[in-house]
């Protein structure tokens, strides 16, 4: 069965519409990256499969848990590190032994009595990610959860997520506006503009990747967003 | 997965490390700020032993000390002290659940704050000591408008500041939480009410000053026992000794609940230091 299952999922703002009969489905374990110019639709898409705007027409089948890690890593200040981990869990698994295992995994152990503010920005979206999968989330939705990270630290993040991802193997839906990132990461690309899905691009390749490798794929998205690579020439 | 490229990687970001946890700050006095003080109330001393300064006017330092050991040996200054405290104890609590209460219904929801805001913010503009004619009339000159007008001071500091600490906090973190599973109920406990917590207790310091203020003024206009009593009576025996005696019990209450207030601050918003 499908993790994800969206048919003719269509959202608008006043007359303004966002999504326009947008179809996607995602397999169980698989890593999908959604490419998108601003405005086209990216983040609304992720916020109706994470059950925050429910207002909308068309199916959305999403099965079992669902976990978010956004752009910024909204972590509850007031709450020592172990204790943010542990928030999306009930009361007999939110223990710190179960924290401190999840934040071992994005090597942040040491700094779990800390609190969120003495963490660097790239510590604290670990942290929001061990969050997210400390849960064991069906599907992990990814909202452009590197775009604020000096650009060091994401490619750190890119390894640790597509390691996290192996290790869990949740359905994960990354949305981004960084080819390179998606190209690296997912296996399906697919190309969000005006509302619906307008391009989608499979990627065979052996994990860990080289962006070299992506040369040809990567020019084809590029023009499936609108951008030419000889625009400036 | 490509072991050392991540180690590499990983060094700029970890290198920046987070400020060590900060030594315990002890509190050393700098004995230096004690010199101009001391010196002006040696200054105060020679005045009035000089005839510079009358006691009719002010007494001598040492009077004053004499005086204040003498009516807290004769339980007169305790039993003001108790007066009073009860008058501020008594309206502090009805002012800050009624300007809590206001200020939550207003801060969480649309139709409480159409409602309840703007009588609020009109109230808000009265100065409030003004209204002490009125609340003769209406309370009589008995404990009641004395702690109607402590409750005033009270109320509306902490309502302005839950209201405001409220609506300020961050939407993000709701909507993180929601993703998380919390209810409602979970996210106001967890989330909105935590957030708030800065906002309200700098409401309770203002509250806290506008209290004494609003006791003063209460006790001196009208009172038949307390610190204000104490005051006035003095003031008609030219007593200047026991007026300041007063003065000093209220500067330190005043300075005590402050201090209160601060540690309170320190314990519950230790995330932030």
Known sequence: MASVRVTGLSKRFGDRTVLNGLDLTIARGEFVALLGRSGSGKSTLLRVLAGLDRDVEGGVEVDGTVSVAFQQPRLLPWRRVWRNVVLGLHAPDADRARAVRALDEVRLAEHADDWPRTLSGGEAQRLSLARALVREPDLLLLDEPFGALDALTRLTMHRLVEDLWRRHSPSVLLVTHDVDEALLLADRVLVLDDGRIVAEHLLGHPRPRRLAEHFDIRARVLTDLGVSEDAFA | ?273
């Open chain 2, 1 to 273: 997965m490509s072991i050392s490229t991540t180690g590499v990687l990983a060094r700029p970001e970890t290198a920046a490390d987070p400020p060590a946890p900060r030594a315990r700050r002890r509190w050393r006095p700098d004995l230096r700020r004690w010199i101009s003080p001391i010196a002006l109330i040696a200054v105060w001393q020679v005045a009035s032993g000089t005839g510079v300064l009358p006691p009719d006017k002010l007494s001598s330092p040492w009077t004053v000390a004499r005086a204040g050991a003498e009516l807290v040996s004769d339980g007169e200054l305790g039993s003001a002290f108790a007066v009073s405290i009860t008058r501020v104890g008594a309206g502090f609590a009805l002012g800050a659940v009624a300007g809590l209460l206001l200020g939550i219904v207003a801060g969480l929801s649309r139709w409480g704050e159409v409602l309840v805001d703007p009588p609020v913010q009109m109230l808000r503009t009265l100065p409030f000591l003004g209204l002490i004619p009125l609340f003769i009339l209406w309370f009589g000159i008995g404990e009641e408008p004395k702690i109607a007008l402590v409750s005033l001071g009270v109320a509306f500091p902490l309502y302005l500041n839950t209201h405001a600490g409220i609506r300020g906090v961050d939407g993000q973190l709701v909507e993180a939480t929601t993703v998380l599973g919390f209810t409602r109920l979970e996210r106001l406990w967890h989330v909105v009410l935590p957030g708030a917590l800065p906002s309200v207790l700098v409401g309770l310091r203002q509250s806290l000053g506008l209290a004494w203020l609003a006791l003063i003024v209460g006790e001196t206009v009208n009172a038949d026992a307390g610190l204000g009593y104490l005051i006035n009576n003095a003031r008609e025996f030219l007593r200047t000794d026991v007026i300041v005696v007063g003065l000093v019990v209220y500067a330190i209450l005043g300075l005590v609940t402050d201090a209160v207030v601060r540690l309170i601050e320190r314990r519950a918003l230790r995330w932030r230091a």
